[in-house]
């Protein structure tokens, strides 16, 4: 099996090689295959370019628990469409598992901190657009750790930067620090 998905991978059938890798187990070879994958899509998570790469995730299916990088995938996409919905304003519902998603996500050790802040600015509109917190004391703070370990990160000279705007930072330290204080005073 592991041969069949090398023979596949290097060949360009990509989802075959990952059916392959699946079928055997290689946990190893999926990892790296993920490492891949969050080079490609780090450099188009900033555009929106992420269905390119949802045909590869549904080939994945929901039974990667496996396989930590992919697994992180197959919750961002699910984050991306629960996204789209919420901002659509199909429904309420949809807001609050877009917040469910993110603090997911956020709490997952698979989740690479190069995401972090694409996440956090994804969920800007989202966290802005309503009237009542969507996230409440914990979660923001949780946020807001997460927020400030990034910004530390950044000091290092081995940080992997994202194609986001040069505000991008600030505006989601502004967002949660609002939704932060909306929930301080809605809590009882």
């Not at 190893?28 to 045909?55: H, P």
């Not at 966290?127 to 950044?154: G, R």
Request: net charge positive; proline share 4%; hydrophobic share 40%.
């Amino acid at each position: 099996m592991k041969i069949a998905g090398i023979y596949h991978w290097k060949h360009g059938r990509k989802g075959t090689g990952v059916y392959w890798f699946q079928q055997a187990h290689d946990k190893v070879r999926l990892d790296r295959i993920a490492q891949q994958l969050f080079e490609r899509i780090g450099k188009s998570v900033a555009d929106d370019n992420f269905e390119q790469w949802e045909g590869l995730l549904e080939l994945l299916g929901s039974d990667i628990g496996s396989a930590g990088g992919l697994e992180f995938l197959h919750r961002y996409r699910d984050f991306k469409r629960s996204l789209q919905q919420a901002v659509e304003g199909r429904t309420g519902e949809a807001a609050r598992q877009t917040v469910e998603f993110l603090i997911q996500l956020m709490r997952n050790p698979s989740t690479p901190q190069r995401f972090w802040l694409p996440l956090l600015h994804d969920s800007v509109r989202l966290l802005n657009c309503k009237p009542c917190p969507l996230l409440n004391v914990a979660e923001t703070t949780l946020l807001l750790n997460k927020l400030q370990e990034l910004s530390m990160a950044k000091l290092r000279p081995d940080f992997c930067s994202n194609q986001l705007p040069s505000h991008a930072l600030s505006s989601v330290r502004l967002a949660l620090a609002s939704n932060l204080a909306r929930a301080i005073l809605e809590e009882p």
